[in-house]
């Protein structure tokens, strides 16, 4: 692939994708069984996009995901916080190893 040169014309810091693994909440097998297929294709799709996506001026884009997956309200407000601090911009939502668009 080619390197593409440009010149950043976003003032500040440049904005990241932030994926959030969302899972089934409910404990006792259901979530326990997904929880590392979930976050495991977090870590694929964020891999992917920072390899596939550039900004404008040519820099490769970064990815943010949640510390754990996403099953109820606690689990968002703590992700939701995480992004906010690292100027996350556009979420994907990963549900029980399935891409949600």
């Known amino acids: 692939m080619s390197e593409i040169k440009g010149t950043n014309?976003?003032?500040?810091?440049?904005?990241t994708i932030g994926i959030r693994p969302a899972i089934d909440g409910r404990l006792g097998g259901v979530r326990e069984s997904l929880e590392d297929q979930t976050m495991n294709?977090?870590?694929?799709?964020?891999?992917?996009?920072e390899k596939s996506l550039r900004h404008p001026?040519?820099?490769?884009?970064?990815?943010?995901?949640?510390?754990?997956?996403?099953?109820?309200?606690?689990?968002?407000a703590m992700a939701a916080e995480k992004f906010r601090k690292e100027g996350q911009a556009y979420p994907n939502i990963i549900k029980d190893g399935l891409e949600l668009k």
């Open 9 to 15: 014309r976003l003032q500040g810091h440049l904005p």
């Open 41 to 49: 294709m977090a870590k694929n799709v964020a891999a992917f996009y």
């Open 57 to 76: 001026d040519g820099s490769p884009v970064e990815c943010v995901i949640a510390d754990r997956c996403i099953g109820g309200v606690a689990e968002a």
